[in-house]
């Protein structure tokens, strides 16, 4: 999709209104560069709803400096209860037809919204989608881009998918319908306790219960890394991830067979990667035999493929650092170009297998949801 082919926010015919939800805990050294990539989007009908959720440095003294400049921000300030409350909290506050959560550090492209809701709108299916993603950059604290994340082309019913790869990721990317929000129970849910640094997933993966996914095959989100961030708590992640992986395969039985051993080898996989990045190597070699018992073929591709390139990767950044040019900011980065990327063949293959699983998962959503 053509930057230049997106709708404009003034030819949205219905012009709606969507509002940002924005999770902040002690984020003063990211906050005013995340508002001001939510405050300069080119749809210019927005809310932006910051729950403050308990903090003790200046985040909330940064948020009121910046609403005093724009009155479509606004500040609720709560005790400390976790992401995933203070997330609700701004749902069940939210105007907009439409929600898209952001998280306190990472950054948007200045079209991302209006690329989103477009991309909603034009859609002629029936029911219509009700979740739209893009593509997502991981950045550093400064904003230089360090990877282009994967460019997983998955649309429609994707449930099935969407537990084998977690293909959206991060929780800044997906915009969905505040109703549809609301309904499946906004974040985190019945895993509340559980899903903890995996809140995003879960929400994820009970929107794609009840409706269609589209895609806008852009780079219009800048995942932050840094020594503070969720995204680094691995190990609890994983965990988290596991538990809500077999919440899911026990309440849908129609699942097939080589779904649930994708679901759980991914799960595995991920125990695997996180424990070796903590230094805990016994650990890692325990999931890796798990895995090789439950998805061999899986196995085989982590430890020829994926596990050393990533070790090179972490030894390449270790000793020669990240070249930073001007250039490579997420906001100078060209969101309609990236590195190439080639999935491997098993992801390819195995992608296909899980789409006919989808079709037919969702012509059965579909069948209810217009009954």
Known sequence: MSIKGALSAEDLSSNPTVSVIIAAFNAEAFI??????????????????????????????IVERMGKTDERLRLIRTDNHGVAAARNRGLWEARGEFVAPLDADD????????????????????????AAYCFTRLIE???????????????????????AYNFVGSGSNLICRSDLARKVGGFGGAHLNVAVNAEDYDFQLRLAERCSFTLVPLYLVGYRRHA??????????????R??????????????IECRRFVRGRTEAMAVRSFLAAG??????????????IDPVRFAFEAVCRVPGEALARLSRAVG???RE?????????????????????????????????????????QRTCG
């Open 32 to 61: 005013e560069r995340t508002l001001k990539s939510a405050t300069l989007q080119t749809m210019r009908n927005i809310e932006i709803i910051v729950v403050d959720d308990g903090s003790t440095d200046a985040t909330g003294a």
């Open 107 to 130: 950054v948007w492209h200045m079209r991302k919204l209006e690329m989103q809701v477009g991309a909603l709108q034009r859609s002629t299916e029936l029911p219509p989608p009700g």
């Open 141 to 163: 604290s400064d904003d230089f881009v360090l990877a282009d994340g994967p460019n997983l082309a998955v649309d429609g019913w994707v449930l099935a998918r969407h537990l």
């Open 228 to 241: 503070g961030g969720r995204s680094l708590s691995g190990i609890t992640m994983t965990q988290s991830h």
């Open 243 to 256: 538990l809500i992986a077999g919440d899911y395969l026990s309440t849908h039985p129609e699942l097939s």
């Open 280 to 293: 805990r190597p016994m650990a890692a070699l325990a999931a890796a035999f798990r895995l090789a018992a």
């Open 321 to 323: 650092g990240f070249e």
């Open 326 to 366: 001007p250039s490579q900011t997420f906001a100078f980065a060209d969101p309609t170009r990236a590195r190439p990327q080639r999935l491997p063949l098993l992801m390819r293959h195995r992608l296909i297998l899980l789409a006919r699983e989808d079709a037919a998962l969702g012509a059965g959503a579909a």
